[in-house]
């Protein structure tokens, strides 16, 4: 079992910065990938960044490469996700997973443990 708690979200304008956390407990947090992923009022979720188990190797979607970076402290427990330039259409509940099948993100994968997320709002 994997249990994620987000937090870091709130309201900031255009052009300002954020940074989610996720805190990981129960399994060994450094075995498995992770990731964020977001969903906006009436839009599917989607992908929006994933790390691997060992934090070497990241993924990103097309709309935030350049603006938002993942990272992870596995002394820690904790993923977190820096987000800069932010955009009205980065408004979103984020979420972030755990894939405890691989050890490298697979965006596209079942994802095993999810979050109850954060509300992210960004106003223009």
């Known amino acids: 079992q994997v249990q994620l708690v987000e937090s870091g979200g709130g309201l900031v304008q255009a052009g300002g910065s954020l940074r989610l956390s996720c805190a990981a407990s129960g399994r060994t947090f450094s075995r498995y990938a992770m990731g964020w992923f977001r969903q906006a009022p009436g839009k599917e979720r989607e992908f929006v960044a994933g790390i691997s188990w060992r934090g070497g190797s990241t993924r990103y979607a097309d709309s935030v490469k350049g603006r938002f970076t993942i990272s992870k402290d596995n002394a820690k427990n904790t993923m977190y996700l820096q987000m800069n330039s932010l955009k009205p259409e980065d408004t979103a509940v984020y979420v972030c997973?755990?894939?405890?099948?691989?050890?490298?993100?697979?965006?596209?994968?079942?994802?095993?443990?999810w979050g109850q997320g954060t509300q992210v709002t960004v106003s223009s």
């Open positions: 997973a755990a894939d405890i099948s691989h050890s490298i993100v697979v965006p596209t994968t079942t994802w095993d443990y």
